[in-house]
């Protein structure tokens, strides 16, 4: 194989490793912008997990996702409050994780384009991954306590800010150079 021929090669593969990098530094950062509730806290977690794989795409979204969660299983402290270790994919917050990769990959399904239909059509897949992370994080909790104790602090709470959180990620999108087409 000639040299020319492995450069594209190898300067893709450094892209790739790049944005992966780049991916997990920001679901940490999002991971310690919280607002402490008990027992699942307010992060910005769900709004970078959403972009990722609307951005990068998604496999390499999941891709991003899984590796920051192997990173938490290996003791990092890459989740909100530093939390590390199989007990984080035990304890309460866990069905929300568990769902992060899924809605990465299905993120990276949503529209492209700039049309106000396509900024809208994104917005609603933004909103129904929110919802899916929800309704696997409030069921898993509810498994663990009370459908009623799920719903009261683990759905209910975090509606609003799914809201938001999908409506800025669909702005961010619009905003990207390169959303065209």
């Known amino acids: ?3 020319s021929a492995v450069r594209p090669f190898a300067s893709s593969r450094l892209r790739q490793v790049a944005i992966g990098l780049a991916g997990v530094a920001a679901l940490t950062v999002s991971s310690y912008v919280s607002l402490p509730m008990v027992p699942v806290p307010v ?3 769900t709004l970078v997990v959403v972009l990722l794989g609307a951005v990068a795409g998604p ?3 999941a891709a991003i996702v899984l590796s920051w969660m192997g990173l938490a299983l290996t003791g990092a402290p890459v989740l909100a409050g530093g939390k590390t270790g199989l007990l984080a994919f035990a304890g309460p917050t866990a069905g929300y994780l568990f769902a992060f990769p899924v809605a990465a990959f299905l993120a990276g399904f949503l529209p492209k384009g700039q049309t106000l239909a396509l900024h809208g059509a994104r917005f609603a897949g933004f909103l129904g991954l929110h919802a899916l992370i929800l309704a696997v994080g409030g069921s898993w909790l509810a498994m663990l306590t009370t459908l009623e104790i799920a719903l ?9 800010g799914s809201l938001l959180k999908s409506a800025l ?3 961010v999108i619009a905003a990207m150079p390169g959303a065209k087409g």
């Open 59 to 61: 496999r390499m979204g």
């Open 43 to 45: 992060t910005l977690q």
């Open 1 to 3: 194989m000639s040299q």
């Open 152 to 160: 009261a602090s683990g759905v209910v709470p975090f509606l609003a």
């Open 169 to 171: 990620a669909a702005a």
